[in-house]
Structure formats: C-alpha cells, structure tokens
C-alpha cells in the first residue's frame, strides 16, 4: 500500500495556502490542526497533534510566536518550517505589545502572502520532485488569483471616505491589512489576544470613537466579544450612537464550504463588512 505523504499545517489558512499548491495530488494529504474560529495565540497542542506531528512528513507553521503555547514543540521539530521566514525584515511590523516584537499577522497583506505561498511551494517542489513542474504551475494560476485579491482590496477600502477609514476591532490582527490598504488599524487588546484588555484600552477607544464619530466597531470571529461589548456600552452613555459593523475573520479561516472557508474568501468578506460598515 502506498502511504499518503503528509503535510501538516498549524492554522487553516496555511492549509487552504497548500491545497492551492497541491491541487488534488492523490498521493498527498493535508491536515490543519485549527480549525474555523479556534484562536492560535491560545491554541494548546492535544495528544492527537503530537501523533500528527510524527505522522507528517512535512510541516508549516506561522512562526513569529502566533502559535504561542507550540513553539517549543514546533522549535524542535526538524521537518517544520515557519513561514514567517519568507519576509523581509523591512516588511515586518515592529510592535513592542507583542513578546517577539514582531506583529505575526502577516496574512492580511495579500502581497506578503503571495511571498508565503512561494516559499511553501519551494519547499514542497524540494521534497516532492516527482510533483514539482505541477506545483510550479498550481502556484503561478494562484499568485494571478491573489493578485487580483489585491487589487480589488485596495479598491474598495478606497472607495470609503478617507476621514472614515479607521477600523476599530478586538485585537490587533489587522496592523498589516491597515499598512497595505492604506486604513488605520485601532485594536483593543494589543496584538495578542494572550493579554486581557484593561479599563484605560476601553477609555481610550471609547474618547477615540466619540471623537473621530466612528460610525462602527467590528467583532471577531476567533477572539472573545466581551471587550467590544464594553466600549460599546461607554460610547452608550455618553450618547454616542456606534454599531457593531460586523464580525471579522482574523486568525482562523469560516466553516469549510462558506464563503469564508478559504482564505480568498475571508479577505474578501472581511474587506466588504469593512466598506459596507464605514461608507
Ligand atoms: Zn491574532
């Protein structure tokens, strides 16, 4: 019997990443530990994991510590590669908040990602060359897919109002998102949802809100609502009408065969609830 070559991925979205470079190759599976709406910054490695990591003949994580309470097992684990490593320095975002102090939420400048999904299928030409020349093409067809995501991004956090781009959100996951498509990026937590929220964050996005007359805050579909829920409830007594816009898909990708269940279709519904909230 032939065994399946296994590739192991932290997050979902690093899976959807290799599905479109594997395209149906039958000789290959791939396994995602995370599924919709689990948060990796929280994310403890089960039993079964530990088995899947011996079982996977190859691995890609994030890296930069978004998978925060794994990166001793996955530090020591030869066959893991951390994606991260693709980018440039420059092209990092320096963020003190954060324990590396690098923020890890580098998939939301769809540019950057077209950088991860290059490095991967490299890696996955090297230990499939039987598959390389059908990778190699898989992967072209996708960079055009993801470039004209990003071009279509940009068109449309432009079409809001300049004075209105500012996106106020649970967590900072959107630091890149906000640099590449030009939209200041207003998180409550710091960039891991590790760090609970204190009074003075909620103060502070409450005086922000009322001040620039924020038409809508957004809610996150990996991280805890509570939060948000008290900066709306301050904006209320101060008579400050604020609606929820939203929720937004930040660390975990939706539930398979929604539009959100690939990573194309979670930019693209994030960017809409965006524009259709703040226009
Ligand atoms: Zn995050």
């Given at each position: 019997?032939?065994?399946?070559?296994?590739?192991?991925?932290?997050?979902?979205?690093?899976?959807?990443?290799i599905k479109n470079i594997v395209k149906g190759d039958a000789h290959v599976d791939v396994v995602s530990l995370m599924g919709?709406?689990?948060?990796?910054?929280?994310?403890?490695?089960?039993?079964?994991?530990?088995?899947?990591?011996?079982?996977?003949?190859?691995?890609?994580?994030?890296?930069?510590?978004?998978?925060?309470?794994?990166?001793?097992?996955?530090?020591?684990?030869?066959?893991?590669?951390?994606?991260?490593?693709?980018?440039?320095?420059?092209?990092?975002?320096?963020?003190?908040?954060?324990?590396?102090?690098?923020?890890?939420?580098?998939?939301?400048?769809?540019?950057?990602?077209?950088?991860?999904?290059?490095?991967?299928?490299?890696?996955?030409?090297?230990?499939?060359?039987?598959?390389?020349?059908?990778?190699?093409?898989?992967?072209?067809?996708?960079?055009?897919?993801?470039?004209?995501?990003?071009?279509?991004?940009?068109?449309?956090?432009?079409?809001?109002?300049?004075?209105?781009?500012?996106?106020?959100?649970?967590?900072?996951?959107?630091?890149?998102?906000?640099?590449?498509?030009?939209?200041?990026?207003?998180?409550?937590?710091?960039?891991?949802?590790?760090?609970?929220?204190?009074?003075?964050?909620?103060?502070?996005?409450?005086?922000?809100?009322?001040?620039?007359?924020?038409?809508?805050?957004?809610?996150?579909?990996?991280?805890?609502?509570?939060?948000?829920?008290?900066?709306?409830?301050?904006?209320?007594?101060?008579?400050?009408?604020?609606?929820?816009?939203?929720?937004?898909?930040?660390?975990?990708?939706?539930?398979?065969?929604?539009?959100?269940?690939?990573?194309?279709?979670?930019?693209?519904?994030?960017?809409?609830?965006?524009?259709?909230?703040?226009?």
């Amino acid at each position: 019997m032939n065994e399946k070559f296994i590739i192991l991925t932290t997050t979902g979205i690093l899976g959807d990443a290799i599905k479109n470079i594997v395209k149906g190759d039958a000789h290959v599976d791939v396994v995602s530990l995370m599924g919709p709406g689990i948060d990796p910054h929280m994310y403890q490695t089960t039993p079964k994991d530990v088995q899947q990591f011996r079982r996977a003949r190859i691995i890609f994580y994030n890296g930069l510590d978004l998978e925060d309470k794994m990166k001793d097992l996955l530090a020591k684990e030869r066959k893991a590669y951390a994606v991260s490593e693709a980018i440039n320095k420059a092209q990092l975002l320096f963020e003190d908040m954060f324990p590396v102090g690098i923020d890890p939420h580098i998939w939301f400048d769809v540019k950057l990602w077209k950088q991860v999904v290059g490095f991967i299928s490299q890696k996955l030409q090297e230990v499939r060359p039987e598959s390389a020349v059908y990778y190699q093409n898989n992967t072209l067809a996708y960079m055009e897919v993801l470039e004209q995501l990003h071009q279509s991004v940009t068109e449309q956090i432009q079409s809001i109002p300049e004075k209105q781009r500012v996106l106020i959100t649970a967590h900072d996951a959107f630091g890149y998102f906000g640099k590449a498509y030009d939209i200041e990026v207003v998180g409550l937590q710091g960039i891991s949802t590790v760090s609970e929220c204190g009074l003075q964050d909620i103060k502070r996005i409450v005086a922000l809100i009322i001040k620039r007359n924020v038409k809508a805050v957004f809610f996150e579909t990996s991280v805890s609502d509570k939060s948000m829920r008290a900066v709306l409830e301050g904006c209320a007594n101060y008579g400050h009408e604020v609606v929820v816009g939203g929720c937004l898909y930040s660390d975990a990708l939706g539930a398979p065969n929604t539009l959100a269940g690939t990573y194309c279709g979670m930019v693209r519904a994030n960017a809409t609830t965006i524009v259709n909230a703040l226009k």
